[in-house]
């Protein structure tokens, strides 16, 4: 390896994540991810109501809404009041759509869980933290509504967790931090299933192209973090 990371990692390491979950009194379901520098509130809430396009259907919906405090990075950003940015509205469908991959909607019934997820910190991977700690508050929903009977069984098929991954200096490495993100001449984001499944794969060459070879070890890291981020969501909703 030639590239030297900031904190001292070596190239295959994740980055300290912690996760706390039932953070939030009101929520359904809600877990505060730390990944690094990068700090995520994910709260699930339930509605007895689907979108439009699916009522009277018998199946239920998954959504989610992204959002980042105005002063979670070095310089305050301006709230989106009116409409959320193209960047904004990109991570939320790809938190819904990584969280409803693991969800049988039938089983949910005509009702809707909204996962909210709102950055109060910033350094690089918050898409990625948004849909690992979404997942957490979506199981701990989940639970709760076949506890209290509104629900026969639970609709989780799989967890689910991404992770970010890269090449500087021709080195891949695993989970950018916002510092290496920046330099990165190649970045990407994976999404993975608990079996082992992709949901999605974002990567783009910010300098010069990527081959194959690099790719395949870039999702070789991938798997390895996202692995271990499974551990750490089995062991937060054990206890």
Partial sequence: MTFQRNDSRTFD???NTKIT???SPYAEGSALIEVGGTKVICTASVEDKVPLFLRNKGLGWVTAEYAMLPRATNTRTQRETQRPSGRTQ??????GRSLRAVVDTKLL????IYLDCDVIQADGGTRCASITGAYVALALACRRLVK???IKTNPILSEVAAVSV?????TPILDLAYAEDSEADVDM???CTGSGKFIELQGTAEREPFSREQMDEMLILAEKGINQLFE????????
């Fill in 13 to 15: 390491q994740l980055r």
């Fill in 21 to 23: 979950p039932n953070i």
């Fill in 90 to 95: 990109e991570i939320q469908r790809l938190i």
């Fill in 109 to 112: 019934g005509e009702r809707q």
């Fill in 148 to 150: 209290q009977g509104i």
């Fill in 166 to 170: 890269g090449i500087i200096e021709a």
């Fill in 189 to 191: 984001n994976v999404v």
């Fill in 232 to 239: 750490i969501q089995r062991r937060v909703l054990a206890t």
